[in-house]
Nanobody, 116 residues
C-alpha cells in the first residue's frame, strides 16, 4: 500500500521558517522523483520544487528560489522542504508527490499559513 504522509505544516509569521517532511512507504522510494506542490484557495495546484531520484538534481518555482530547499534521504524514505523567509503568499496546502514513468502518487497535504 502506497503512502505519502506529510508533516510539519502550521502557522508561522512572515519571515519565519518551516520544514515539511514527507514519509514514503509502499514503493521503491529511491527510484522515484519527488516533488512538492501547493494549492492556495481559489488557485490551481502548482509545482514548488522537485528532486530527481539518483543524482538528486533539484528545480524550483521562480517564486521560491533562494528561499526554499528540497532534499531527500533515501535511507529514511523521506523528502523534505525547508522553507525560509516565508511570505503570506506562501499560504497554501502543500502536497508531496512521487513520480516515475506513468506512475504518480500524492500525499494528503499539510496546511501552511503565513500570517501575523
Amino acid at each position: 500500500q502506497v503512502q505519502l504522509v506529510e508533516s510539519g505544516g502550521g502557522l508561522v509569521q512572515p519571515g519565519g521558517s518551516l520544514r515539511l517532511s514527507c514519509a514514503a512507504s509502499g514503493f521503491p522510494f529511491s527510484n522515484y522523483g519527488m516533488s512538492w506542490y501547493r494549492q492556495a484557495p481559489g488557485k490551481e495546484r502548482e509545482l514548488v520544487a522537485g528532486i530527481t531520484n539518483i543524482i538528486g538534481s533539484t528545480n524550483y518555482a521562480d517564486s521560491v528560489k533562494g528561499r526554499f530547499t528540497i532534499s531527500r534521504d533515501n535511507a529514511k524514505n523521506t523528502v523534505y522542504l525547508q522553507m525560509n523567509s516565508l511570505k503570506p503568499d506562501d499560504t497554501a496546502v502543500y502536497y508531496c508527490n512521487a513520480h516515475r514513468g506513468g506512475k504518480v502518487y500524492w500525499g494528503q497535504g499539510t496546511q501552511v499559513t503565513v500570517s501575523s
